[in-house]
T-cell receptor
Framework: KAGVTQTPRYLIKTRGQQVTLSCSPI?????VSWYQQTPGQGLQFLFE???????NKGNFPGRFSGRQFSNSRSEMNVSTLELGDSALYLC???????????FGPGTRLLVL | AQSVTQPDIHITVSEGASLELRCNYS??????LFWYVQSPGQGLQLLLK??????LVQGIKGFEAEFKRSQSSFNLRKPSVHWSDAAEYFC???????????????FGKGTKLSVKP
């Protein structure tokens, strides 16, 4: 099976803009989780979607949002970008009922 | 609150030497524990996981980890390190509720491994 794919791999934006990142899970996986990785804060959980519903959310401001489509593909959106949003954004998928998450390569976002 | 501590930020070992990376967790129930590895600029690759049963688990690339409930630890080991093992290693605990996984992993800050030739 193909692994988790994320697009784009790299992005450069300026403050105040918005950005949309995409994640395609492993075929058959219905759960998609998103994480932010920064040198200072490490890996932090953003949110998780299962069957198009957000089941869990981390401690991030409302500027961070996401959605999941019927084919389990997921997008996350960050509005009104701030310099501190520069990070590696990782997506992970898991099978229904499984606790094991498989990660994609990430999208590196740089906010100038 | 749940947390994961990796006490060593950076470890350097010689190629061929043994390796142990430490991980301590704080979690109210029986934890679901994971070790992931990340090469520069890459995502996370699952090395191994512990859910229940045998407390010594085997993973990929010759890694193993031992769950010790009394010490709240889940240390990663490898008997002989290869230069290609140089990477950052993350320990994580899975947050669960009565319905199962919450899709939320809590990660330690990571241990960067350097390998000397």
């Amino acid at each position: 099976k193909a692994g988790v794919t994320q697009t784009p791999r790299y992005l450069i934006k300026t403050r105040g803009q918005q950005v949309t990142l995409s994640c395609s899970p492993i075929s058959g996986h219905r759960s998609v989780s998103w994480y932010q990785q920064t040198p200072g804060q490490g890996l932090q959980f953003l949110f998780e979607y299962f069957s198009e519903t957000q089941r869990n959310k981390g401690n991030f401001p409302g500027r961070f949002s996401g959605r999941q489509f019927s084919n389990s593909r997921s997008e996350m959106n960050v509005s009104t970008l701030e310099l501190g949003d520069s990070a590696l954004y990782l997506c992970a998928s898991s099978d229904a009922g499984s606790e094991t998450q498989y990660f994609g390569p990430g999208t590196r976002l740089l906010v100038l | 609150a749940q947390s994961v501590t990796q006490p060593d930020i950076h470890i350097t070992v010689s190629e061929g030497a043994s390796l142990e990376l430490r991980c301590n967790y704080s979690y109210g129930a029986t934890p679901y524990l994971f070790w992931y590895v990340q090469s520069p600029g890459q995502g996370l690759q699952l090395l191994l996981k512990y859910f229940s049963g045998d407390t010594l688990v085997q993973g990929i690339k010759g890694f193993e980890a031992e769950f010790k409930r009394s010490q709240s630890s889940f240390n990663l080991r490898k008997p002989s390190v290869h230069w290609s093992d140089a990477a950052e290693y993350f320990c994580a605990v899975g947050v669960m509720n009565y319905g199962g996984s919450q899709g939320n992993l809590i990660f330690g800050k990571g241990t960067k491994l350097s390998v000397k030739p």
